[in-house]
């Protein structure tokens, strides 16, 4: 059975259950469908023109249905911008769950798109007109392409074409579609979906890799059978409830961002901030390690924070029990050795922070097998070295290569704000937040953070706080003096 073939029958049952009709009621006015439904029960395949009718259909199907009886406010709301791909009729499921999460759609559809999907079952369903053309003189006079970018919390673009990623990569802007991308100053989730040759191909990992350092997000694709008989891969198109999920994380993001800066909320857009989080795990055998106590929350929340403001964000996180924050690229290490390794590959940063309790020593020689108890012999002795210095290291790297701004994190047990002022200048950072990690403080593990930021004009405790508010205010400062740094004399 083919994947359009599958999906069109699982949308077919989800309506049947809806509506409560059988097969035999089910089809185009006249037309009874209910030998497709037969024919599709039973493995069979359909073509794209039926597949798109049947969808029509449903669609204009629900959209007489009356009003559910409570109506939420749209909260937000995303413009869809819908990709010449075969997959672009998952679009129809996608925008029905966004708008049960009261998320108003409106959608741009490519000349490609309307191949695979009408603008009639787009419409039905975001109940708005679907744009289509870039020189239509009614939509400039009511809602232009600039209207269209800026009235948008957030523009998703699924599926991505290898096309259309080419042409935001070169930044085109030939059509509606990429006119709009090229005119907003919005957040955009790129949700690409593509045969695998095509996604693997040079061009587009090249397309890919210009895109995140221009700050879009990306969902997916995923690894999976394609719709073309016998082909698998990368290439998927994320599925709606992933889509779902990066969708409403981002769209919490940039309200954060928004209520925090009164609507001048991404300052760090196009800049790429690197922070490192968690323990790092030294071995002693293949079972036994040395770790500490650190969570990882306060290094996440700082780059969940980064994110917020803009910037491409890269954390190198040892290992924690966290979620992986949205839109952040994230890099797992164990080792001390493996996160500067890490750090270095992630070069150049405009921005970098060593938020990671990075463990200063590692035994000198890790057995290769579990160290056994034997009688009589007593404890093994555990020769340490010492590792890497990664906020020193960095620091001091040279040219390009040193991020602007450097922040490291010093956690102390006593003398904090001594041993930081030493810190910074021992190790060259530009800033050092310090806090208090004695176990009566709660702060290693814990939710909330007292710190004091240190740099060469002195130092600002902040009371206790929420580790979140910290990455807030740690951010917006970081934003602030980069905007300063770097704005022209
Ligand atoms: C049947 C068929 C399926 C296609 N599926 C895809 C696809 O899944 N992904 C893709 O990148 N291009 C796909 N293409 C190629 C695009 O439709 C083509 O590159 C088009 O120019 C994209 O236009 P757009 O990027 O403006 O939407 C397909 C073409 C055909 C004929």
């Known amino acids: 059975m083919s994947e359009t073939a599958r999906e069109l029958l699982g949308e077919i049952e989800a309506f049947l259950a809806q509506f409560l009709v059988t097969p035999s009621k089910f089809g185009v006015a006249a037309v009874n469908d209910g030998h497709l439904v ?65 998320i108003a759609v409106r959608a741009v559809m490519t000349k490609a798109a309307q191949q695979f999907v009408t603008p009639l079952s787009v419409g039905a369903l975001t109940s708005e007109r679907v744009f289509t053309e870039l020189f239509d003189l009614d939509d400039e006079r009511e809602i232009g392409h600039i209207r269209l970018s800026r009235e ?109 800066n009164g609507g001048e909320n991404r300052p760090l857009i196009g800049r790429h901030v690197l922070v490192t989080s968690g323990p790092t795990h030294e071995p002693i055998d293949p079972v036994r390690y040395i770790a500490n106590r650190s969570s990882g929350k306060q290094g996440a929340a700082i780059a969940v924070e980064a994110a917020a403001l803009g910037a491409r964000v890269t954390l190198v996180s040892g290992p924690t029990q966290l979620a992986e924050p949205p839109g952040v690229e994230v890099v797992h290490i164990e080792s001390a050795r493996e996160m500067l390794e890490a750090v270095r590959r992630a070069l150049p940063a405009d921005i970098a922070i060593f938020a990671a309790a990075v463990a200063d020593w590692r035994v000198a020689s890790r057995s290769d097998e579990k160290i056994k108890k034997a009688a009589g012999q007593g404890a093994p002795r555990l020769e340490l070295v010492e590792n890497p210095d990664i906020l020193k290291t960095i620091a001091a790297e040279k040219g390009g290569r040193r991020p602007k701004l450097v922040i490291g994190f010093a956690a102390e047990t006593q003398n904090v704000i001594e041993f930081a002022k030493k810190k910074r200048r021992a190790k ?43 990455a807030r205010r740690l951010m917006a400062r970081a934003a602030k003096y980069f905007a300063e740094l770097t704005a022209p004399a």
């Open 38 to 102: 037969a024919k599709l029960r039973k493995g069979g395949s359909v073509t794209l023109k039926t597949a798109d009718r049947v969808r029509a259909y449903m669609a204009s199907e629900r959209s007489k249905q009356p009003a559910a009886p409570r109506q939420v406010a749209p909260s937000h709301r995303v413009l869809l911008i819908i990709g010449g791909g075969i997959a672009a009729y998952k679009c129809l499921d996608l925008i029905r769950r966004l708008r049960e999460h009261a």
């Open 152 to 260: 948008a919390d957030l523009i998703v673009v699924a599926p991505a074409t290898a096309d259309l990623l080419a042409k935001m990569a070169g930044g085109h802007a030939d059509d509606l579609a990429s006119c709009v991308l090229m005119a907003t100053d919005k957040p955009v989730l790129v949700a690409p979906a593509m045969n695998p040759r095509m996604w693997l191909h040079p061009a587009t990992r090249r397309n890919v890799t210009q895109l995140e350092a221009d700050g879009m997000a990306f969902a997916g694709p995923n690894i999976g059978e394609m719709a073309e008989r016998g082909e698998a891969g990368p290439g998927r198109l994320a599925e709606v409830p992933e889509l779902i999920e990066a969708i409403t994380k981002m769209l919490a993001l940039s309200s954060q961002a928004l209520a925090k």
């Open 428 to 470: 060259g950072a530009d800033w050092i937040v310090a806090n208090d990690v004695s176990p009566e403080t709660g702060i290693m593990g814990g939710d909330r953070n007292a710190v004091h930021v240190i740099s060469e004009h002195g130092v600002e405790s902040w009371p206790d706080l929420d580790k979140a508010e910290v």
